[in-house]
């Protein structure tokens, strides 16, 4: 059982680069969720999925695209990168909602230069 | 707007004793509390939780107390060891229809000294 694994741990990428950042998961867990986390600004909310096929956007959105077509699965897209992209980025999963217990996984580290 | 704030960015705490952190909220809408634990370059861990018609949880060495009427909640920890030393981050859900989004505050980071 791996839990919630995210590739790749580091990434830098030049502005306007796009790339996708994966995530996967193998709980059978029906809401999944990706977040950002910067210096001083706690964890931020960007998409989230409560089952394969529906998505949400969350806090802060823009800049970001996910798609959920299977219940293991929720990448997440960067369309053209800007420096203020520049994150730790963490995928998320819990059976029911956010409101029980997320299991994380270990973050990517993404820099654009 | 910060819905959920935690003051204190960093508290340190002798080994054995109480650890206490606090967080407040101003979404009267919220009704589910969470609090998670963060190493360096890993993911947040889930620790307790706590629904809003409680106004305490325990588990083990942790306790959560929720204050409604003040809009705060905080984390007791006893005792504190040197392994707790990490940054927690609190957490507040608010169901809207059929999802629910988490609001996490700023985190504060507990240093547990020998």
């Known amino acids: 059982n791996a839990g919630v694994t995210q590739t790749p741990k580091f990434q830098v990428l030049k502005t306007g680069q796009s790339m996708t950042l994966q995530c996967a998961q193998d709980?059978?867990?029906?809401?999944m969720s990706w977040y950002r986390q910067d210096p001083g600004m706690g964890l931020r909310l960007i998409h989230y999925?409560?089952?394969?096929?529906?998505?949400d956007q969350g806090e802060v959105p823009n800049g970001y695209n996910v798609s959920r077509s299977t219940t293991e699965d929720f990448p997440l897209r960067l369309l053209s990168a800007a420096p203020s992209q520049t994150s730790v980025y963490f995928c998320?999963?819990?059976?029911?909602?956010?409101?029980?217990?997320?299991?994380f996984g270990p973050g990517t580290r993404l820099t654009v230069t | 707007d910060q819905q959920v704030k935690q003051n204190s960015p960093s508290l340190s705490v002798q080994e054995g004793r109480i650890s206490i952190l606090n967080c407040d909220y101003t979404?009267?809408?919220?009704?589910?509390f969470l609090w998670y634990k963060k190493y360096p370059a890993e993911g947040p861990t889930f620790l307790i939780s706590i629904s809003s018609i409680k106004d305490k949880n325990e588990d083990g060495r942790f306790t959560v107390f929720l204050n409604k009427s003040a809009k705060h909640l905080s984390l007791h920890i006893v005792p504190s060891q040197p392994g707790d030393s990490a940054v927690y981050f609190c957490?507040?859900?608010?169901?809207?229809?059929?999802?629910?989004?988490?609001?996490f505050g700023t985190g504060t980071r507990l240093q547990v000294t020998l």
């Open positions: 709980m059978n867990h029906e809401y």
């Open positions: 979404n009267s809408m919220f009704d589910y």
């Open positions: 998320a999963s819990s059976y029911s909602g956010p409101a029980r217990q997320q299991y």
């Open positions: 999925s409560v089952g394969a096929g529906i998505t």
């Open positions: 957490a507040a859900s608010r169901t809207t229809g059929t999802a629910s989004k988490l609001t």
